[in-house]
T-cell receptor
Framework: DAGVTQSPTHLIKTRGQQVTLRCSPK?????VSWYQQALGQGPQFIFQ???????QRGNFPDRFSGHQFPNYSSELNVNALLLGDSALYLC???????????????FGQGTRLTVV | AQTVTQSQPEMSVQEAETVTLSCTYD???????LFWYKQPPSRQMILVIR??????QNATENRFSVNFQKAAKSFSLKISDSQLGDAAMYFC???????????FGKGITLSVRP
């Protein structure tokens, strides 16, 4: 089992550009969540996808959008990049919440995005 | 809104000694879950230990144990017999069934002295 895989591992973009980050969930998982982790901070929840729909969203602007495909993989898109978007973007996969601890989230190694 | 506070930015421990990392949280929910995650330089978040709020017994996982004080909204992590491989950032996190998103603290950097 490859676990959660993210691509690319590192990315450098210019301010104003658009970027797409990708995530393949752990085998058997159908829920994908994205987090932004600024340097020296804890991860902040961006949004969560389940059954190809955005199920919930954190306090991020509409420049951040996503998609989930029928195979449960997911993309995070960021438009009109700002310098402040520079961060580690983490993807986590899980089973749908059923109220027990079998819905543990597994994280990928993240994509380090640098906006210059 | 739920918040998680880790007030210690850094801690250091001697190899083989015991260290306690502190965490407090704020919530109006009665049913929730608390976690400690480890993030080594490889960047991947690794679950260390978890605690269900409805369970009074403190969780333990080998050298890792928690002190869960629900009334005080405190959730500390104790690492016994510290090893060099324990050096990492540690994050306290909170989750409720209502929204199933993790809310993280700012983290603490733990260094282990040989």
């Amino acid at each position: 089992d490859a676990g959660v895989t993210q691509s690319p591992t590192h990315l450098i973009k210019t301010r104003g550009q658009q970027v797409t980050l990708r995530c393949s969930p752990k085998s058997g998982h159908d829920t994908v969540s994205w987090y932004q982790q600024a340097l020296g901070q804890g991860p902040q929840f961006i949004f969560q996808y389940y059954e190809e729909e955005e199920r919930q969203r954190g306090n991020f602007p509409d420049r951040f959008s996503g998609h989930q495909f029928p195979n449960y993989s997911s993309e995070l898109n960021v438009n009109a990049l700002l310098l402040g978007d520079s961060a580690l973007y983490l993807c986590a996969s899980s089973l749908p919440w059923t109220g027990d601890m079998n819905t543990e989230a597994f994280f990928g190694q993240g994509t380090r995005l640098t906006v210059v | 809104a739920q918040t998680v506070t880790q007030s210690q930015p850094e801690m250091s421990v001697q190899e083989a000694e015991t260290v306690t990392l502190s965490c407090t949280y704020d919530t109006s929910e009665s049913d929730y879950y608390l976690f400690w995650y480890k993030q080594p330089p490889s960047r991947q978040m690794i679950l260390v230990i978890r605690q269900e709020a409805y369970k009074q017994q403190n969780a333990t996982e080998n050298r890792f144990s928690v002190n869960f004080q629900k009334a005080a909204k405190s959730f500390s992590l104790k690492i016994s017999d510290s090893q060099l491989g324990d050096a990492a950032m540690y994050f306290c996190a909170y989750l409720t069934g209502a929204n199933s998103k993790l809310t993280f603290g700012k983290g603490i950097t733990l260094s282990v002295r040989p």
